[in-house]
């Protein structure tokens, strides 16, 4: 079983709709998890994180974790062209500036 | 806003030669990191070093990766004898000291082993 597992997508979505992102994972060590952003041709970008189980919201995007069930997700309200983009979760034991483990990334694309 | 860069952007190079990647972290960061991508595989962490030392590296990180802070400025990784198995994008990231600290990701090498 793969540490983490993310579907690869490629999700395409019309403008305004809701997005869900979800990520699974095996190893209950983990104890931050990470949502980063990926354009064609740069690097990853953190989105935002959040520590153990809960909801973190930041603008349109909120970060959902469920240790219980070793399930993360990231939803986009009112998706935006410019979100386009691949989507990375990732995963550390022991902070966000720590190795990290990351999901294969799902490819998003919003439409007009 | 500073940013990570990394040199060169792409580089082919035939197996067996050595090459090296070069990575200019944030100013004021002290923790670095490598990670790869091969095509349509996930970023993998490969060393994070600080304080002039590895202090964690992957079981991809073999004898033939090094890396080093050669100047105030560089943080290079060294390949010595390439393999086709090799060929990926290089991502260099450096953060701040600190549990909750952000890595931030330079634009990455594409490396191409012939």
């Known amino acids: 079983q793969k540490e983490v597992e993310q579907d690869p997508g490629p999700l395409s979505v019309p403008e305004g709709a809701i997005v869900s992102l979800n990520c699974t994972y095996s190893n209950s060590a983990f104890q931050y998890f990470m949502w980063y952003r990926q354009y064609s041709r740069k690097g990853p970008e953190l989105l935002m994180y959040t520590y153990s189980s809960g909801n973190k919201e930041d603008g349109r995007f909120t970060a959902q974790v469920d240790k219980s069930s070793k399930y993360i997700s990231l939803f986009i309200r009112d998706s935006q062209p410019s979100d386009s983009a691949t989507y990375l979760c990732?995963?550390?034991?022991?902070?966000?500036?720590?190795?990290?483990?990351f999901g294969t990334g799902t490819r998003l694309q919003v439409t007009l | 806003e500073p940013e990570v860069t990394q040199t060169p952007s792409h580089q082919v190079t035939q197996m067996g030669q050595e090459v090296i990647l070069r990575c200019v972290p944030i100013s004021n960061h002290l923790y670095f990191y490598w990670y790869r991508q091969i095509l349509g595989q996930k970023v993998e962490f490969l060393v994070s070093?600080?304080?002039?030392?590895?202090?964690?590296k992957s079981e991809i990180f073999d004898d033939q990766f090094s890396v080093e802070r050669p100047d105030g400025s560089n943080f290079t990784l060294k390949i010595r004898s390439t393999k086709l198995e090799d060929s990926a994008m290089y991502f260099c990231a450096s953060s701040v000291r600190g549990v909750e600290e952000t890595q931030y990701f330079g634009p990455g090498t594409r490396l191409l082993v012939l």
């Open positions: 070093f600080y304080n002039n030392e590895i202090s964690e």
């Open positions: 990732a995963m550390s034991k022991t902070g966000t500036a720590s190795k990290l483990t």
